[in-house]
């Protein structure tokens, strides 16, 4: 039951390309079995994130309830609610990368960044999350930067990695 | 009130799926319970209390809050209770050392993070969580308050009836399974994971959700975190008094919870059986209009419409209005005044009300506005089946495979009942909706139509003779169901006219707008299906060929052996809650009580001699009739109990010039309504908490409604009538409605068995009850019908032809939703107006754009009858050509625009640019079955109003 009254916080309107990337994903998808997680994922891929506006219209084509996507998505980390960098970079934090010392690149990553895990840069340019192993033990420690591994990362390396990100010829754009 | 009180077994009853009795051990007490049953309600059967938090008999076993663990003998381990079935010779421990501590230390996590705000919780002295930490014996919290927790978590207020407050939720999902398998609606749920789990109403707040306010999550929370606001404010009731809602078909029964004689808050009833524990935003939170400062406590008179009013004592009341009548009755005959019944007013009260008429006025021009949407079921069922009711009860629905829901939108008219529906259609039952509009039911979460056949208006015949040839030629008619029980040779006439090319769905696909393949389809699922139940509305019976098409059901019904058992069936949704009561009790100007024709001498008899006066045997004057009586100058004195007819009926400048020329109007009703503008004495009506009597819902169910506080103007509603009866010369003794219900028994032969020590044994009987059947009948037709074969009537369909007029294009329907009922003066004296504070105008994106309308936009609408403003909501459940309302609210004056003779051709203007852009007209034009042209002329009124308003105009033009 909607109420008639100018509900409060509206989520951002979604932008054409947006819902068109909504129509698309719901189209490859909505015929699976267990549609949800797949649809989510394909959306993530193609936004970077899944917009809260992105809700309605997926709940319908399921046949699901607002509230049953929005648990899902608010349930697993890895979706994303509002815009990421344009760099996404995951430090594993899991055990083997800890014992091999993680914790000291997190804390250089965050203060070079000027930011906790699960945010993003001032610039715009890196979102750092955590993740918890990589299936990358041997080469611990180990990172995602937009989807790519790397195996035994050091502080220099990590700052080759953020510089890379940081001057990706994009800047000006913002 | 202490909830311990009510009893919760834990886990629901499974005893209706599972197999044979098991015995088991439970504390050392043999306990013989079948299998399948849980342990914790086996215990519980055994006399032995299971501790337990997520645990609750409405819900299915969910096993997570880890406090009801037992130990079986030969087991590893803790199982929990609630989620372990019993088996044979099981030996099971509910209390050990070793469970003590556990549910000790699990209890003691939960109040880590609780706040200890005890007692100045809502909830003290009624919250599980307080009498569970009392049960375990907790004395002690080792981890203390400094770490993270969640007790300044912010509490969601926005919906008007309950809070939110999750600083003390626990977590255990009741909540949100109580809006997933009750309700259906699916608005909640667990946000985030571990620690951060929240219970969220989706993204944003309870109000701006798809929540829809039912009380199911705030029934089932066992803490103080969703909580009536009312309770807040006035504390913990401490009596109670079962009663029925007065809202609409469904006949919900409640717990009135009080203090004193103030109502703290309505709650449903566990052992109701028309709503099984359930209810609505209206019956559950929706009451506040019984005590609300616009009731008129006193009564008034006044010479003329144009004079303020004057309040008076009961008694110059009466005698004045008394008077009135009899003044004019001598000089206008005694034809000249009649009586209005409601059907929202008691079995009693209405029954009252036609023994005025027939006995004290001395003629039979009583009516109701209820006669209208039952009309066509009860000719229709009465002459196919031979009972003027719907042949199930609402538990039939779970053993349905196949539903078909005709010209209804149960989700927003009955939805205690669609909950229910929606219930057995998730356990994979499969639904057909016949409806123009895409109602909610089409296509809702975890609910899918199979098929909806969005038929044009006005095509429902065509639709079930388009269903009845596929079944008929496809042979997939029950021969041997129809050879046992029907008339063989009308089945003959009507296989031959059914078989009829003309009636095949490649004929009449174009005709209904809808495939004929889906025709086809839709008849192959109905007739195949172990059990196949119809509900259809107004939506129906609203129509120019609303008999024929009931017969149409009725026959569409038998062919397939859909009759006589619990799951099939044909079963008309009631408008109000007391539709099929007030009908029963002779509320038409040609019947007496029991569907019993006026001119048959017998019954004349009968009742002349139980009133002590002659029955005029000529049928009297219908509500419109009335009206032209009244402008005509002939009719000239009217008694409305409990109908706003000023604002329900349809046209109403041609209602309201009836009225101001009647020189004696007088309204009894609860609030200064639309109709008391033109009344002379105005009669303070009771609320259904201020008086005793019984309600008749749409599955026969006679239900008691209890006085919980006496009437705020002194009589109840029973009472006014007896003394005006008393005043007319005419004087009637009841002490109690039970006497008046006595006399009912006793002279209709359907309630013979009926009595107010029976109804409080058995919570609510389905009539019939009688020497055959004592405690009335849940299934009518088992083995055979009423009438004894059933008769299939041939059923053609006829095209109401539409004329075109640029002036007039569009179809104006109107209807109702799920926070408003009726005309509004009710639930507009409520919290409910949060959710629809003004009546819209729906209409489809190509019509808006035509008319360069934007969603949002202040519309003009113009009729023949007239015109008004509505906000403008731009939506594809309309189709193209047909417009939408609700008549919630007086002020937007839709049945300003509705006219009388049903053409309801109107024309909307964006008053945003004056340009007014049409591009064909629809009028329609009378036609139809000989019942409903008798009917016709007041056939709008039940769905303007009147009634449920579930009127799809497009279909109800006649």
Known sequence: ?174 | MDSNKILDRGTPDRSARVGAPVTLQIDGVAVTVPAGTSLMRAAHDAGVKVPKLCATDSLDAFGSCRLCLVEVEGRRGYPASCTTPCEPGMKVKTQTDKLAKLRRSTMELYISDHPLDCLTCPANGNCELQDMAGVVGLREVRYGYQGENHLAAPKDQSNPYFTFDPSKCIVCSRCVRACEEIQGTFALTVQGRGFDSKIAPGPGSFLESECVSCGACVQACPTATLMEKSVYDQGQPDHSAITTCAYCGVGCSFRAEMKGDQVVRMVPHKDGRANRGHSCVKGRFAFGYATHKDRIKQPMIRASIQEPWREVTWEQAIAHAASEIRRIQGKYGRGSVGGITSSRCTNEETYLVQKLVRAAFGNNNVDTCARVCHSPTGYGLKTTLGESAGTQDFDSVMHADVVVVMGANPTDAHPVFASRMKKRLREGAQLIVIDPRKIDLVDSPHTRAAFHIQLQPGTNVAVMNALAHVVVTEGLAKVDYVRARCELPEFDKWQAFIRDPKNSPEVLGPVIGVPATTLRDAARLYATARNAAIYYGLGVTEHSQGSTTVMAIANLAMLTGNLGRPGVGVNPLRGQNNVQGSCDMGSFPHELPGYRHVSDPTVRELFGQSWGVPIDDEPGLRIPNMFDAALDGSFKALYVQGEDIAQSDPDTHHVQAALTAMECVIVQDLFINETAKYAHVFLPGASFLEKDGTFTNAERRISRVRRVMPPLAGLADWEATMALAKALGYPMHYDHPSQIMAEIAALTPTFTGVTYDKIDQLGSIQWPCNDQAPTGTPVMHVDQFVRGKGRFVITEYVATPERTSRKFPLILTTGRILSQYNVGAQTRRTANTAWHAADVLELHPHDAEARGIRDGDRVEVESRAGKTVLRAEVTERMQPGVVYTTFHHPESGANVVTTENSDWATIVRNTRSPRCRSARCWCRRRRGSRSSRRLRSSRRRCCRGGSDGRAEAGQDVQ
């Open chain 1, 1 to 174: 039951m909607q109420p008639t009254a100018d509900p409060g916080a509206t989520p951002v309107p979604l932008t054409a390309a947006q819902r068109a990337a909504i129509d698309v994903a719901i189209a490859a998808c909505r015929d699976l079995p267990g549609a949800l997680l797949p649809l989510l994922h394909k959306l993530q891929e193609q936004l970077g994130y899944v917009p809260p506006a992105s809700i309605p219209p997926i709940a319908k084509a399921l046949g699901l309830s607002q509230a049953d996507v929005h648990g899902v998505i608010t349930f697993y980390h890895d979706f994303r609610t509002t815009p990421p960098g344009r760099h996404v970079v995951k430090l594993c934090r899991a055990e083997a990368c800890q014992a091999m010392g993680c914790q000291r690149l997190e804390q250089h990553v965050q203060d070079r960044l000027g930011i906790t895990f699960g945010q993003t840069s001032a610039d715009g340019a890196v979102t750092l999350e955590a993740v918890y192993c990589l299936g990358n033990c041997a080469l611990s420690p180990a990172l995602l930067v937009d989807g790519r591994l790397q195996g035994r990362v050091s502080k220099e390396r990590l700052d080759r990695v953020l510089d890379t990100c940081v001057h990706d010829g994009k800047e000006a754009q913002r």
